[in-house]
Every structure is written in structure tokens, then in C-alpha cells.
């Protein structure tokens, strides 16, 4: 393999600090060098980066792949491949796949899948439950012995206090969180939108906050019982992050994420039955929207996920009771989150590179979000400041659900590298 030399980028390395212009050198997959005029081995290929940002590699805790089972949606190629076009280098792959992933074969299938694909890493996130059914445990030593770096029953709550309790203690002695959707489902049943003001005028049933609150006080309680790692997947109510900052000052092991699109829409996306703007948990009021952007800013919610979850097009022309929740986010995330956090003065670019990159490889203990000297040569190079429009029929994903499209966006990935290889460039 060739040694890489990014020459004369700004280089964000939030895992040191760094922010200067200079150059990276790649060599044998792990990064070798940063620096002022470095010298250029004979044999390496040369990547201007003047006038664009080189930082590490985007990491997604919360991306749904649907292989295997629903390969028509994405396969694990074509996600992995529309990860990179987002300046992903690494997604964590939820279990909710059928059949679930919860038993060392899956596990294996993602992990061989993805090396076959050759373009992000993709880490396997096991079930806690066995099929994911909420009653009998996963068998959490096997899932991690095939590769899972974290255990989670998304797209559904877990919703036995004991088995959370459990899986809390067992995680905590495999060193992985448990990731939880949190929804309290006796609240949220038959709802398809926040509810308030918009799904009154609509006519649809409403899932209120205190369904995603009422799990958030519940897993606290149950780490601070534990001792546990809890992660609160695809926090979106202002009540949420209250409960969040006040854990986080009595210092327990609880971590967060939000995803573009709570920080970016509203329930009144949802006017005129747009069921591409139906998710779960739903889009809410302005408040909480600016409550999740805050929370970002002051580290309350930890990191940026995407919840990239590909549906089929006809699935999405269904009445909007009717219609499955997600869209698809991986190649808008990073532009999103530019556009509406950093041009606006909420995060810095440094910051942004930190919560999409440092603290997510951090929060699950995975390689890289680093470009410190042996740190895995996953890299992504940006345009920060071009102005663009969100074309979906561009998109690498096999799906196209997405609330965003036609929307002006602000910088992108142009190249991505993982194990030292150049995988996406924009061309
Ligand atoms: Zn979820």
C-alpha cells in the first residue's frame, strides 16, 4: 500500500487540539506524521488539500443497514458506501435486521460483509434481547467475542426495568454500553407525530415528550443501580436534556446523542402529511430543538448520530398513520449539522469534527476520531464552505426518504480515506 501525503490542508484534530494548516502523511493504514513541510516519500501518492479542512474520519454511533433481510433497502455495500460519501469512516450497524443480530453468526455476516465492501468500517451493534423481543437476554460475551462493540434493541425501547437492569451489569462487566431507544410505549402507542399544535390541526395522534423523558429518568436511575454505561440514543425533547445535565453533574456513566434532523426541523414539518418527516422519536417543538443544539454546544449531549434508516419509496407514499418513521442521513449529516451549527455560531468547526468524530470513538471505544501519530488512517477531507443543494437521486444509499431534499446546505466530504486508502472522492 502506498503512503498517502495530504499537503497544505487546515488540520482539525480535536484528540489533540490541533488546528493549523499542515500536512498529514499516511503510511501502512495508520497515520505517521503531521506536519509543517513534511517530506514526501518517493512512492506516495500526493493529495492537495490547500483550502480545505483535513480531520478524522466521521463515526456514527446509530446507522440501520438492512442486510440482512431487506437488501432492497440497503445492503451493508451500499450503506457502507454511502457512509463514505458522508465523510463517514466508521458506522455502528443496529441489530433490528431480520433475522436480528443476536448470536455470533450475524455478528460475523455484518463484520465479513463489510470487509468485503472494503469502504467504512462497519462495527456490529448486538441485541440485548433475543429477537429483539424484550424477555430473555442476548448472550452478550458471544456477541462481543464476533465483533460487537455495543449492545441495543432499537427501534424499540427495552421496556423490562429488570432487563435493563441486567444488561447494564452484564455490559458493564464486556466494557460496552447499552444503547437504548427510549419510549415509553403505553405513551407513545398509535402516535405518529409530537404532540402538540400540529397534530391537533392534523388530526393525528400524538406520542407527548414524557414518553421519551419517562425512559431517560428510568435509564439514569438504573446506571446510577448499576454502575452501567448507558447511551441515550436520538435524544430530542427539552426535558430530556434537563434529566441528561443533571446525571452528568452527579457524574454517572451516561452518554448522548442527537441527530441533524432534531437540531434542523420541527413538528411543523410535518404540515401537509409529509411522511418523510415522520420519524421516532418524532420532530418536536422549537424549544426542544433549541435545547438539543445547546446541549451540543455546552457537551450535555455528547455526539452527533445519524439514525440513517432506509425505507422504500412506496412504504413513504403511505397515509402518514400508516408510514414507517426514518429517513436516511448519512451523506446530509455532516452538511446539515455545518449549515445549521457552525454557520450559525452554535459549534465551531473544531467542535463539530469533536462530536461527530473524538467523542463518538471515545463514547464506544472504537479506533479512531484521532490523528495523532498510530492512530488508524481514517481521514476525511472538506469543503466547509460550498454551497449546495440536497439532490437525493445522488445519493449512494439504495433509499432516498429524506425530509431534505432541495434543501441549501453548506460544505461537504470531498475525500475520504479509510485504512489509509482513498475510498470516496468527489468527482
Ligand atoms: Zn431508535
Known amino acids: 500500500m502506498k503512503p498517502v501525503l495530504l499537503r497544505g490542508g487546515r488540520v482539525i484534530d480535536p484528540a489533540s487540539g490541533r488546528d493549523e494548516v499542515a500536512d498529514v502523511l499516511l503510511a501502512a493504514g495508520k497515520v505517521e506524521a503531521v506536519g509543517q513541510a513534511l517530506g514526501t516519500p518517493d512512492d506516495a501518492d500526493i493529495i492537495d488539500a490547500t483550502g480545505r479542512v483535513v480531520a478524522p474520519g466521521f463515526i456514527d454511533l446509530h446507522t440501520h443497514l438492512r442486510e440482512p433481510g431487506q437488501e432492497d433497502l440497503e445492503t451493508i455495500a451500499t450503506g457502507a458506501a454511502s457512509a463514505v460519501a458522508g465523510g463517514f469512516t466508521a458506522i ?147 426535558g430530556s436534556v434537563e434529566l441528561i445535565r443533571r446525571a452528568k453533574d452527579k457524574g454517572l456513566r451516561v452518554t448522548a446523542e442527537a441527530c441533524p434532523h432534531h437540531f434542523t426541523l420541527t413538528h411543523e414539518a410535518c404540515e401537509g402529511y409529509n411522511t418523510n418527516a415522520k420519524m421516532n422519536p418524532p420532530l418536536r417543538e422549537e424549544a426542544d430543538r433549541e435545547a438539543i443544539c445547546q446541549a451540543l454546544r455546552d457537551g450535555t449531549i455528547d455526539a452527533i448520530a445519524t439514525d440513517h434508516a432506509p425505507h422504500h419509496y412506496d412504504a413513504k407514499e403511505r397515509e402518514f398513520d400508516q408510514a414507517p418513521n426514518g429517513i436516511i442521513g448519512l451523506e446530509t449529516a455532516f452538511p446539515l449539522a455545518n449549515a445549521e451549527l457552525v454557520a450559525r455560531g452554535i459549534l465551531t468547526l473544531p467542535q463539530l469534527v469533536d462530536r461527530m468524530s473524538t467523542v463518538p470513538a471515545r463514547i464506544f471505544g472504537l479506533p479512531g476520531g484521532s490523528l495523532g501519530k498510530g492512530a488508524p488512517a481514517d481521514v476525511v477531507i472538506l469543503d466547509p464552505d460550498v454551497a449546495w443543494t440536497v439532490e437525493p437521486s445522488a445519493f449512494r444509499s439504495k433509499s432516498r426518504n429524506t425530509p431534505f431534499g432541495g434543501r441549501s446546505v453548506r460544505g461537504r466530504a470531498v475525500a475520504t480515506i479509510v485504512r489509509g486508502q482513498v475510498v470516496f472522492r468527489l468527482s
Not at 467475542?145 to 435493563?164: F, I, K, N, T
Not at 407513545?188 to 390541526?201: D, K, L, N, Q, Y
Open 92 to 238: 455502528c450497524a443496529m441489530p433490528n435486521t431480520d433475522p436480528v443480530c443476536d448470536n455470533q453468526g450475524v455478528v460475523g455476516f455484518v463484520v465479513s460483509q463489510a470487509e468485503h465492501a472494503g469502504m467504512a468500517r462497519v462495527y456490529p451493534i448486538g441485541a440485548v434481547s433475543l429477537g429483539q423481543k424484550g424477555q430473555q437476554m442476548a448472550e452478550f460475551g458471544e456477541l462481543v467475542g464476533a465483533g460487537a462493540v455495543a449492545v441495543s434493541d432499537d427501534g424499540h425501547p427495552v421496556m423490562s426495568s429488570h432487563l435493563m437492569r441486567t444488561a447494564l451489569e452484564y455490559a458493564r462487566v464486556f466494557g460496552i454500553p447499552v444503547a437504548d431507544h427510549c419510549e415509553e410505549k403505553s405513551l407513545a402507542e398509535g402516535g405518529a407525530m409530537h404532540e402538540g399544535i400540529v397534530s391537533t390541526r392534523l388530526g393525528l395522534k400524538g406520542i407527548p415528550s414524557a414518553a421519551e423523558e419517562i425512559m431517560v429518568a428510568r435509564d439514569i436511575i438504573l446506571a446510577e443501580l448499576t454502575g452501567g454505561h448507558v447511551h441515550l440514543c436520538h435524544m430530542s425533547t427539552r
